[in-house]
């Protein structure tokens, strides 16, 4: 067989680090192809060998496009032979339109300095009808959601006509149906012979989507298997290199009866329209309580959390151990003992110009500073402390950030959020483009927190790690708690036949 793209005994150092080590890897025309690791196995190295950004010097070995082999010096390169990659984070240009994100970089269409827009909408129109993508191509990319505007993303890759397709955690931003949406998209865009290399933590991905998988751990290329050969158990211990039985560890403790956060009526505007992305929602949680926070993306999950940490305006009653809090913004909220962990650690979460350490104490330098200035022998102590404590991989505190798995770099926010000890925990989304074994490890996490009488609400666009963790869980849809449920009642099912069928409830759910 003649491989669309192969690579032979690729190789790649950072510092005399191996990342890669004689990487054999092979992809068949026509197929959707996993590319599974976990975090730090060589996934991303392997892509940025593929699209150019590592360029041809700076590795061993050679990359192969049917059965030619290829020098690419640059991502430009590798686009203009056919390679088109679609990142993990939503990278959009809300300001424009969709006709003019799908063709970013490249608006002069061969007819020189000056932008035909009437040509741009003419051919963003056909390139999504062939898609099957009902987006108008005038409309601002910031009107639209987080799968359409991941659609725009493969249409933007598209745009070129690639021979490869490398897409990279396309559902990490996606819940259910929103997911199912961006699959039939993949599987028309299979049908029609596009090649694809799909990366993803979530092994029910590959056995629903995929032809073949290649699984890395620590640089090399451990299994090459097709799809009859597909067994979760064996991707799995390929991935962490032994058995994991329980992804989702037993609590042995139950939460406290004290309630800690009270909502009362609590509604959050919409930033640019006549009604409310949160609606009249009320409930309490308890000491030592997992409250999951469940529903699609657009359901009001992520404000409701911001709402609690003061990042968004919002009417209602917010109460803190009994007492009244009113949250003008995210300093009022770790005052009162919130502390939140953001969906989106590359966006708003990592400070990419500071160290390991710098990231995991700002914003919480009272305690390692006199007289305004940092003392950096305590500031190194307490980075140490947490990379020990939540075994962070990294050479030391000093460690750039930037070149941390996202596992690690979660655990780094994680770390950051720990610091301040806090009284209530929102972590949204907290498991996002981590490994297994990562996802274990800050499950295990969460549990002790609740266990040592920390509060923590959950949101997570994986119905069955809410079910799998919490004690008791929320259901939104279209702002409103539409649906409840304790540890043992609910089930993937329950959740989306609440969020598809159930009109938003008039009243309050308290535990």
């Known amino acids: 067989m003649t491989y669309v793209l192969e690579t032979e005994r690729l190789g790649k150092q950072f510092a005399g680090v191996p990342a890669l080590s004689g990487v ?17 196995a060589g996934k991303s190295t392997l892509v940025k060998v593929l ?36 990142p993990q984070e939503i990278q959009v240009v809300e300001q424009l339109t969709v006709a003019e994100n799908v063709y970013v970089g490249q608006t002069g269409l061969a007819r020189g ?77 299979r049908e029609t ?43 799995v211990a390929a991935m962490v290199g032994r058995r994991i039985e329980a992804l989702y560890p037993r609590r042995e403790s139950v939460p406290g009866e004290e309630e800690v956060l009270r909502l009362e009526h ?4 919409h930033p640019a329209r006549a009604h409310d992305v949160v609606r009249d929602v009320s409930f309490r949680a308890r000491r030592g309580e997992i409250l999951g926070i ?47 962990l953001t969906e989106d650690r590359k966006g708003s979460g990592l400070l990419f110009n500071f160290a390991l350490r710098e990231n995991v104490t700002i914003g919480n330098l009272g305690g390692i500073a006199r007289w305004g200035v940092v003392d950096r022998r305590a500031e190194g102590r307490a980075a140490q402390g947490f990379v020990q404590s939540l075994q962070i991989k990294a050479p030391s505190a000093s460690a750039d950030v930037a070149h941390l798995s996202g596992g690690n770099q979660q655990k780094i926010l994680l770390a950051r959020v720990l610091m301040n000890a806090p009284k209530v925990m929102l972590l ?10 990562t996802r274990q490890e800050i499950y295990r996490l969460i549990i002790e927190l609740a266990d040592r009488g920390v509060t923590l609400l959950v949101v997570s666009s994986e119905i069955v790690e809410l079910v799998g963790i919490c004690d008791r869980c929320l259901v939104l849809a279209d702002g409103a708690v539409v649906d409840e449920f304790a540890r043992g009642e609910g089930s993937e099912a329950r959740v989306i036949e609440a969020t598809t069928t159930a009109a938003p409830p008039v009243g309050e759910v308290l535990a």
């Open 24 to 40: 054999d890897f092979r992809l068949a025309p026509g197929t959707i192809h996993a590319l599974i690791g976990h975090n730090g």
């Open 51 to 86: 699209t150019g950004v590592h360029p041809a010097g700076s590795y061993d070995g050679e990359i192969k496009l049917d059965g030619q082999t290829m020098r690419f010096g640059s991502p430009a390169q590798a686009r203009a032979n056919g390679i088109s990659y679609v």
């Open 113 to 189: 300095p000056l932008v035909s827009f009437r040509e741009l909408r003419r051919r963003a129109a056909e390139l999504l009808a062939r898609l099957d993508v009902p987006l108008d191509p005038s409309t601002p990319v910031g009107a639209l959601s987080a799968t359409q505007r991941q659609l725009v993303m493969i249409a933007r890759a598209l745009a070129t006509d690639p021979r490869v397709l490398i897409l990279d955690e396309p559902t990490a931003s996606l819940a259910g149906r929103e997911t199912d949406r961006l699959f039939g998209v993949l599987n028309r865009l």
């Open 193 to 235: 012979g596009v090649t694809m290399i799909f990366i993803t933590h979530r092994i029910p991905e590959v056995m629903r989507m995929c032809d073949r998988a290649t699984v890395l751990r620590d640089g090399r290329s451990v299994a090459e298997l097709e799809r009859a050969a597909f067994n979760e158990r064996d991707i």
């Open 266 to 269: 609590v509604s959050v505007p």
């Open 294 to 340: 469940a529903g699609v993306v657009g359901s009001g999950r992520t404000e409701l959390l911001s709402a609690i940490y003061g990042r968004l305006p919002h009417s209602g009653t917010i109460c803190v151990e009994g007492r009244e809090r009113k949250l003008r913004g995210p300093a009022d909220a770790r005052r009162a003992g919130i502390a939140m």
């Open 428 to 437: 949204d989304e907290p498991t996002k483009g981590v490994d297994v074994e």
